[in-house]
Protein backbone atom coordinates (compact mmCIF):
# COMPACT_ATOMS: atom_id res chain seq x y z
CA UNK A 1 0.00 0.00 0.00
CA UNK A 2 1.11 3.46 -1.27
CA UNK A 3 0.64 7.43 0.69
CA UNK A 4 0.51 8.88 -2.73
CA UNK A 5 0.64 7.54 -6.37
CA UNK A 6 1.18 9.92 -9.23
CA UNK A 7 -0.54 9.24 -12.34
CA UNK A 8 0.25 10.99 -15.24
CA UNK A 9 2.49 11.67 -18.78
CA UNK A 10 6.23 12.39 -18.43
CA UNK A 11 6.56 14.70 -21.64
CA UNK A 12 9.66 16.36 -23.43
CA UNK A 13 9.71 19.91 -22.47
CA UNK A 14 10.82 22.93 -24.51
CA UNK A 15 11.03 26.34 -21.63
CA UNK A 16 11.56 29.38 -23.52
CA UNK A 17 12.56 32.38 -20.85
CA UNK A 18 14.19 35.55 -21.35
CA UNK A 19 17.30 34.32 -20.41
CA UNK A 20 17.72 31.04 -22.44
CA UNK A 21 15.64 28.31 -24.10
CA UNK A 22 15.95 24.50 -22.77
CA UNK A 23 15.13 21.15 -23.26
CA UNK A 24 14.32 18.83 -20.49
CA UNK A 25 11.57 16.11 -19.11
CA UNK A 26 9.04 17.50 -17.94
CA UNK A 27 5.17 17.10 -17.38
CA UNK A 28 3.07 17.09 -13.95
CA UNK A 29 4.42 13.43 -12.92
CA UNK A 30 7.55 14.38 -13.69
CA UNK A 31 8.01 17.54 -11.51
CA UNK A 32 5.57 15.81 -8.89
CA UNK A 33 7.96 12.67 -8.48
CA UNK A 34 11.66 14.65 -7.85
CA UNK A 35 9.44 17.03 -5.51
CA UNK A 36 8.55 14.12 -3.51
CA UNK A 37 11.14 11.48 -3.87
CA UNK A 38 13.00 13.30 -0.73
CA UNK A 39 10.25 12.96 1.61
CA UNK A 40 9.15 9.99 4.02
CA UNK A 41 6.39 9.08 2.36
CA UNK A 42 5.93 5.53 0.70
CA UNK A 43 5.70 7.10 -3.45
CA UNK A 44 5.15 5.89 -6.65
CA UNK A 45 4.42 6.66 -9.95
CA UNK A 46 2.11 5.37 -12.86
CA UNK A 47 3.17 6.97 -16.63
CA UNK A 48 3.16 6.29 -19.82
CA UNK A 49 5.37 7.42 -22.90
CA UNK A 50 7.34 6.24 -26.28
CA UNK A 51 9.84 3.71 -25.81
CA UNK A 52 12.95 5.89 -26.90
CA UNK A 53 12.37 7.93 -24.02
CA UNK A 54 12.61 5.25 -21.32
CA UNK A 55 16.33 6.88 -20.33
CA UNK A 56 14.31 9.31 -18.73
CA UNK A 57 12.26 6.68 -16.66
CA UNK A 58 15.67 5.19 -15.42
CA UNK A 59 16.79 8.25 -14.28
CA UNK A 60 14.05 8.91 -11.86
CA UNK A 61 14.51 4.84 -10.81
CA UNK A 62 18.27 5.93 -10.46
CA UNK A 63 17.08 8.78 -7.86
CA UNK A 64 15.16 5.87 -5.48
CA UNK A 65 11.49 6.81 -7.23
CA UNK A 66 9.70 3.80 -7.80
CA UNK A 67 8.16 4.05 -11.75
CA UNK A 68 5.11 1.76 -13.58
CA UNK A 69 5.65 3.12 -17.11
CA UNK A 70 4.17 1.73 -19.99
CA UNK A 71 5.37 2.07 -23.61
CA UNK A 72 4.16 2.27 -26.69
CA UNK A 73 2.96 5.52 -28.66
CA UNK A 74 4.43 8.77 -28.57
CA UNK A 75 5.51 10.90 -25.53
CA UNK A 76 4.16 14.44 -24.98
CA UNK A 77 5.93 17.06 -26.61
CA UNK A 78 5.64 20.83 -25.01
CA UNK A 79 6.78 24.47 -25.76
CA UNK A 80 6.52 26.53 -22.95
CA UNK A 81 7.43 30.21 -23.66
CA UNK A 82 7.30 32.69 -20.72
CA UNK A 83 7.61 36.34 -20.74
CA UNK A 84 9.09 38.41 -17.64
CA UNK A 85 5.91 37.57 -15.82
CA UNK A 86 6.83 34.16 -14.88
CA UNK A 87 2.96 33.93 -13.73
CA UNK A 88 1.91 33.76 -17.42
CA UNK A 89 2.96 31.21 -20.45
CA UNK A 90 1.91 30.59 -23.65
CA UNK A 91 2.24 26.71 -24.35
CA UNK A 92 1.87 25.05 -27.89
CA UNK A 93 1.80 20.87 -28.06
CA UNK A 94 4.41 19.56 -30.76
CA UNK A 95 2.97 15.62 -30.08
CA UNK A 96 0.58 13.58 -28.38
CA UNK A 97 0.63 10.52 -26.21
CA UNK A 98 -2.03 7.77 -25.52
CA UNK A 99 -5.05 7.85 -22.88
CA UNK A 100 -4.64 6.26 -19.39
CA UNK A 101 -6.42 3.29 -19.06
CA UNK A 102 -7.75 1.96 -15.62
CA UNK A 103 -5.79 -1.53 -16.10
CA UNK A 104 -2.44 0.48 -15.97
CA UNK A 105 -2.96 0.88 -12.30
CA UNK A 106 -4.19 -3.06 -11.57
CA UNK A 107 -1.72 -3.67 -9.48
CA UNK A 108 -1.53 -0.21 -7.66
CA UNK A 109 -3.07 0.22 -4.00
CA UNK A 110 -2.57 3.82 -2.71
CA UNK A 111 -4.21 6.02 -0.27
CA UNK A 112 -4.40 8.84 -2.55
CA UNK A 113 -3.80 8.92 -6.15
CA UNK A 114 -2.89 12.50 -7.90
CA UNK A 115 -3.78 12.69 -11.63
CA UNK A 116 -2.02 15.28 -13.30
CA UNK A 117 -3.69 15.08 -16.79
CA UNK A 118 -1.83 17.19 -19.40
CA UNK A 119 -4.59 17.54 -22.23
CA UNK A 120 -7.85 16.80 -21.81
CA UNK A 121 -8.00 13.51 -23.23
CA UNK A 122 -5.05 12.14 -20.84
CA UNK A 123 -7.62 10.86 -18.48
CA UNK A 124 -11.22 9.67 -18.87
CA UNK A 125 -14.14 10.32 -16.23
CA UNK A 126 -14.93 6.74 -16.24
CA UNK A 127 -11.29 6.12 -15.35
CA UNK A 128 -12.20 8.68 -12.45
CA UNK A 129 -14.75 6.87 -11.25
CA UNK A 130 -13.31 3.77 -10.97
CA UNK A 131 -10.46 4.69 -9.47
CA UNK A 132 -12.30 6.76 -6.74
CA UNK A 133 -13.12 3.25 -5.79
CA UNK A 134 -9.57 2.39 -4.82
CA UNK A 135 -9.07 5.14 -3.13
CA UNK A 136 -9.00 9.26 -2.49
CA UNK A 137 -8.69 11.37 -5.70
CA UNK A 138 -6.28 14.63 -5.97
CA UNK A 139 -6.77 16.31 -9.09
CA UNK A 140 -4.78 18.96 -11.02
CA UNK A 141 -7.46 20.54 -13.38
CA UNK A 142 -5.21 22.48 -16.04
CA UNK A 143 -4.98 19.34 -18.79
CA UNK A 144 -8.45 19.37 -18.65
CA UNK A 145 -9.01 23.16 -19.61
CA UNK A 146 -6.37 22.45 -22.82
CA UNK A 147 -7.08 21.96 -26.50
CA UNK A 148 -5.31 21.71 -29.13
CA UNK A 149 -5.81 23.37 -32.31
CA UNK A 150 -2.82 23.55 -34.48
CA UNK A 151 -0.66 22.90 -32.03
CA UNK A 152 -1.35 25.79 -29.94
CA UNK A 153 -2.91 25.40 -26.69
CA UNK A 154 -6.50 27.10 -25.81
CA UNK A 155 -8.35 27.66 -22.77
CA UNK A 156 -11.92 25.20 -22.73
CA UNK A 157 -14.18 24.69 -20.24
CA UNK A 158 -14.22 21.10 -19.12
CA UNK A 159 -17.76 19.62 -20.35
CA UNK A 160 -17.74 16.50 -17.64
CA UNK A 161 -16.55 18.34 -14.98
CA UNK A 162 -19.92 18.33 -13.00
CA UNK A 163 -19.89 14.47 -13.41
CA UNK A 164 -16.06 14.05 -12.38
CA UNK A 165 -15.74 16.22 -9.66
CA UNK A 166 -18.13 14.78 -7.44
CA UNK A 167 -15.35 11.68 -7.37
CA UNK A 168 -12.41 14.33 -6.52
CA UNK A 169 -11.65 14.74 -2.47
CA UNK A 170 -8.86 16.89 -3.59
CA UNK A 171 -8.47 19.99 -6.78
CA UNK A 172 -5.76 21.75 -7.56
CA UNK A 173 -6.89 25.15 -9.87
CA UNK A 174 -5.46 28.35 -10.64
CA UNK A 175 -7.46 31.40 -10.48
CA UNK A 176 -7.51 31.50 -14.13
CA UNK A 177 -8.76 27.56 -14.38
CA UNK A 178 -11.28 28.17 -11.54
CA UNK A 179 -12.98 31.08 -13.54
CA UNK A 180 -12.89 28.80 -16.57
CA UNK A 181 -14.99 25.75 -14.22
CA UNK A 182 -17.21 27.91 -12.22
CA UNK A 183 -17.58 31.69 -14.57
CA UNK A 184 -16.81 33.11 -11.44
CA UNK A 185 -13.22 35.69 -10.52
CA UNK A 186 -14.04 35.90 -6.94
CA UNK A 187 -11.98 33.67 -5.30
CA UNK A 188 -13.82 32.49 -2.04
CA UNK A 189 -17.07 32.41 -4.20
CA UNK A 190 -15.62 29.89 -6.77
CA UNK A 191 -14.06 27.70 -3.83
CA UNK A 192 -17.38 27.56 -2.68
CA UNK A 193 -18.92 26.51 -5.62
CA UNK A 194 -16.19 24.01 -6.17
CA UNK A 195 -17.08 22.39 -2.75
CA UNK A 196 -20.36 22.11 -3.89
CA UNK A 197 -20.08 20.59 -6.60
CA UNK A 198 -18.61 17.72 -4.69
CA UNK A 199 -14.78 18.76 -4.02
CA UNK A 200 -14.09 18.18 -0.21
CA UNK A 201 -10.30 20.68 0.17
CA UNK A 202 -10.10 23.17 -2.88
CA UNK A 203 -7.03 24.04 -3.04
CA UNK A 204 -6.68 27.59 -5.67
CA UNK A 205 -3.27 28.90 -6.31
CA UNK A 206 -2.50 32.76 -7.28
CA UNK A 207 1.03 32.60 -8.69
CA UNK A 208 2.82 35.56 -6.38
CA UNK A 209 0.24 36.46 -4.40
CA UNK A 210 0.20 33.05 -2.31
CA UNK A 211 -2.76 30.37 -2.26
CA UNK A 212 -6.22 30.23 -0.77
CA UNK A 213 -7.33 26.46 0.72
CA UNK A 214 -11.43 25.56 1.12
CA UNK A 215 -12.49 23.02 3.49
CA UNK A 216 -15.38 22.68 5.08
CA UNK A 217 -16.96 26.58 5.35
CA UNK A 218 -12.95 27.67 6.24
CA UNK A 219 -10.81 29.24 4.17
CA UNK A 220 -7.17 29.07 4.69
CA UNK A 221 -5.27 32.02 3.53
CA UNK A 222 -1.59 30.73 2.33
CA UNK A 223 1.40 33.39 1.56
CA UNK A 224 3.67 33.69 -0.78
CA UNK A 225 7.33 33.15 -0.05
CA UNK A 226 9.29 35.38 -2.23
CA UNK A 227 12.54 33.53 -3.67
CA UNK A 228 16.09 34.46 -4.04
CA UNK A 229 15.37 34.94 -8.02
CA UNK A 230 12.75 34.25 -10.31
CA UNK A 231 14.34 32.00 -12.59
CA UNK A 232 11.77 29.16 -14.02
CA UNK A 233 7.91 28.72 -13.13
CA UNK A 234 7.95 25.71 -14.77
CA UNK A 235 6.29 22.83 -12.19
CA UNK A 236 5.63 25.37 -9.58
CA UNK A 237 2.40 24.34 -9.13
CA UNK A 238 3.34 20.61 -9.57
CA UNK A 239 5.62 21.11 -6.69
CA UNK A 240 3.24 22.87 -4.57
CA UNK A 241 0.99 20.01 -4.82
CA UNK A 242 4.29 17.65 -3.82
CA UNK A 243 4.52 19.25 -0.72
CA UNK A 244 0.75 19.89 0.09
CA UNK A 245 -0.59 16.07 -0.35
CA UNK A 246 3.09 15.14 1.37
CA UNK A 247 2.00 16.95 4.66
CA UNK A 248 -1.35 16.00 4.17
CA UNK A 249 -0.36 12.41 4.23
CA UNK A 250 1.64 13.01 7.72
CA UNK A 251 -1.48 14.63 9.15
CA UNK A 252 -0.64 18.12 9.10
CA UNK A 253 -3.48 20.41 9.28
CA UNK A 254 -4.82 22.84 6.01
CA UNK A 255 -2.66 25.84 6.97
CA UNK A 256 0.34 23.78 7.86
CA UNK A 257 0.35 21.92 4.76
CA UNK A 258 -0.31 25.06 2.30
CA UNK A 259 2.39 26.81 3.93
CA UNK A 260 5.27 24.01 3.70
CA UNK A 261 3.94 23.65 -0.03
CA UNK A 262 4.22 27.25 -0.60
CA UNK A 263 7.81 27.85 0.55
CA UNK A 264 8.86 23.98 -1.64
CA UNK A 265 7.34 26.03 -4.93
CA UNK A 266 9.40 28.98 -3.86
CA UNK A 267 12.52 27.06 -3.65
CA UNK A 268 11.89 25.68 -7.28
CA UNK A 269 11.38 28.99 -9.01
CA UNK A 270 14.89 29.65 -7.96
CA UNK A 271 16.27 27.22 -10.91
CA UNK A 272 15.52 25.73 -13.63
CA UNK A 273 14.03 21.82 -13.80
CA UNK A 274 12.47 20.14 -11.18
CA UNK A 275 12.98 20.93 -6.89
CA UNK A 276 15.61 19.08 -5.54
CA UNK A 277 15.96 20.28 -1.80
CA UNK A 278 14.87 18.64 0.97
CA UNK A 279 12.13 18.80 4.11
CA UNK A 280 14.63 20.63 6.42
CA UNK A 281 15.51 23.11 3.35
CA UNK A 282 11.48 23.94 3.02
CA UNK A 283 11.10 23.70 7.46
CA UNK A 284 14.46 26.07 7.50
CA UNK A 285 12.84 28.42 4.95
CA UNK A 286 8.99 28.84 6.90
CA UNK A 287 11.40 29.40 10.16
CA UNK A 288 13.04 32.22 8.57
CA UNK A 289 9.62 33.75 7.44
CA UNK A 290 8.12 32.94 10.81
CA UNK A 291 11.14 34.95 12.54
CA UNK A 292 10.72 38.34 10.64
CA UNK A 293 7.95 41.12 12.37
CA UNK A 294 4.90 41.28 10.57
CA UNK A 295 4.10 44.31 8.07
Known sequence: M???CCVGHITLDKVVTPQAAKHMAGGTSFYFSNAIRNMDVNYTLVTSLA?????????LRNKGIEVHATTGGETVYFENIYSVNQDHRTQRVLQKADPFTIEQLDEIQSNVYHLGPLLADDISVEFIKALAQRG????????????????????????????????????KVNEHEMEVLTGITDIHEGAKVLNEWGVKEVVVTLGSM?????????????????????????????????????????????QEAGEFAAAMASFKIES?????????????????HSLKPKA
Open 2 to 4: YDI
Open 51 to 59: LSEMPVVEK
Open 136 to 171: KLSLDAQGYLRKVEDKNVVAIDWPEKREALQHIHIL
Open 210 to 254: GSVIYNDGVYYQIPAYKPVEVVDATGCGDTYMAGYLYQRAKGKGF
Open 272 to 288: SGPFTGTKEDVLELLAK
